[in-house]
C-alpha cells in the first residue's frame, strides 16, 4: 500500500512543530501506541494543541463534548 502523506497532510490536525511522522498515519500510529497515547487526530483542535496524548485526556476530552452536544440540545429547555 503506498502511503498518501501529501493527502493526509491537508487533513493532519497535528500542531506539533517539526513533527517527522506529520502526514504518515502509520508512523503516528505507531509512534503513539508504544507510548500508551493516542494521536492527534484523535483530540478537539483545543485539547490537541496541549499535546497531551494520553488515553485519560481522549476520554476527558470526549466526556466534555459530549457534555457540550447535551447542553446544547437540552440546554434551553428551563
Known sequence: MECKQ????KI?????????????????????REKGELPACYFSPEVEKIYDRSIKKFIE???????CRILKCFGDEE
Not at 476530552?61 to 457534555?67: F, G, I, L, P, R
Open 6 to 9: 501529501k493527502e493526509n497532510l
Open 12 to 32: 493532519c490536525p497535528c500542531t506539533w512543530p517539526d513533527c517527522p511522522r506529520k502526514g504518515i498515519c502509520c508512523e503516528c500510529l505507531k509512534h503513539h
Open 61 to 67: 476530552d470526549q466526556k466534555s463534548q459530549v457534555n
